[in-house]
């Protein structure tokens, strides 16, 4: 026989799973619903095709673009598991955010030059385990409201337009890696999702990519 305080704590804890379920996978949906929105708002793509990464985790979008040499964009949207009551506080401590990653590609040769700007923190990893040849790099460090970032090059050309993106954000913060990446010819952004700058973070993002098509 199970013990009758063992036999209510286990009906407490399905309860809890079971509310927890229904309240975050509506929260991941309403959040999934929200980003789509806003990229397809913005970037105005004239195809698009997504595949849902698991039921309630998050999407993988290609969204083709207007502009002949900015051909399309690829985001992945991955959230945190708030449908998990007993997952999701390990999460936190593990993912600790939303995160896009949104990568423009080009169909002409437009990235010509190597630059990356990382938060500071940003990755729980060593740089080198991030970026390849890092220690071959010329590394600085820029401060952009009050946001520490390690800036890497190869010649230094890039920094100035990476910076310059980031001030013209709301949350400078809010992004993790912003990359021009000369090796498959594209800009990488890896950012956190917070909705009430992510349009700002789609816009501005879409008007770096312009200024290299």
């Given at each position: 026989?199970?013990?009758?305080?063992?036999?209510?704590?286990i009906?407490?804890?399905?309860?809890?799973?079971?509310?927890?379920?229904f309240?975050?996978r509506?929260?991941n949906?309403v959040?999934?619903?929200?980003?789509?929105?806003?990229?397809?708002?913005?970037?105005?793509?004239?195809?698009k095709?997504?595949?849902?990464?698991?039921?309630?985790?998050g999407?993988?979008?290609?969204?083709?673009?207007?502009?002949?040499?900015?051909?399309?964009?690829?985001?992945?949207?991955?959230?945190m598991?708030?449908?998990?009551?007993?997952?999701?506080?390990?999460?936190?401590?593990?993912?600790?955010?939303?995160?896009?990653?949104?990568?423009?590609?080009?169909?002409?040769?437009?990235i010509?030059?190597?630059?990356?700007?990382?938060?500071?923190?940003?990755?729980?990893?060593p740089?080198?385990?991030?970026?390849?040849?890092?220690?071959?790099?010329?590394?600085?460090?820029?401060?952009?409201?009050?946001?520490?970032?390690?800036?890497?090059?190869?010649d230094?050309?890039?920094?100035?337009?990476?910076v310059?993106?980031?001030?013209?954000?709301?949350?400078?913060?809010?992004?993790?890696?912003?990359?021009?990446?000369?090796?498959?010819?594209?800009?990488?952004?890896?950012?956190?999702i917070d909705?009430?700058t992510?349009?700002?973070?789609?816009?501005?993002?879409?008007?770096?990519?312009?200024?290299?098509?």
């Open positions: 026989m199970v013990p009758l305080d063992l036999f209510l704590l009906v407490a804890l399905s309860a809890i799973a079971v509310l927890q379920f309240r975050g509506r929260q949906l959040l999934m619903k929200f980003t789509v929105e806003t990229l397809e708002k913005v970037l105005a793509p004239v195809d095709v997504y595949q849902l990464v698991g039921l309630y985790v999407y993988r979008a290609v969204l083709w673009l207007r502009r002949k040499n900015l051909s399309r964009a690829e985001a992945t949207v991955l959230l598991p708030r449908y998990s009551a007993f997952y999701y506080p390990i999460s936190k401590l593990v993912n600790r955010f939303d995160r896009i990653y949104l990568t423009y590609w080009f169909s002409r040769p437009a010509t030059s190597e630059a990356h700007l990382i938060r500071v923190g940003g990755y729980r990893r740089l080198h385990k991030v970026v390849r040849d890092c220690d071959r790099m010329v590394r600085s460090e820029v401060v952009v409201k009050g946001v520490r970032f390690v800036a890497l090059s190869r230094g050309k890039g920094v100035g337009r990476l310059r993106f980031l001030e013209s954000l709301e949350r400078p913060e809010d992004v993790v890696h912003v990359a021009l990446v000369p090796q498959n010819n594209s800009i990488y952004i890896f950012a956190r909705p009430d992510f349009a700002n973070l789609v816009e501005r993002s879409y008007r770096l990519a312009q200024s290299f098509a």
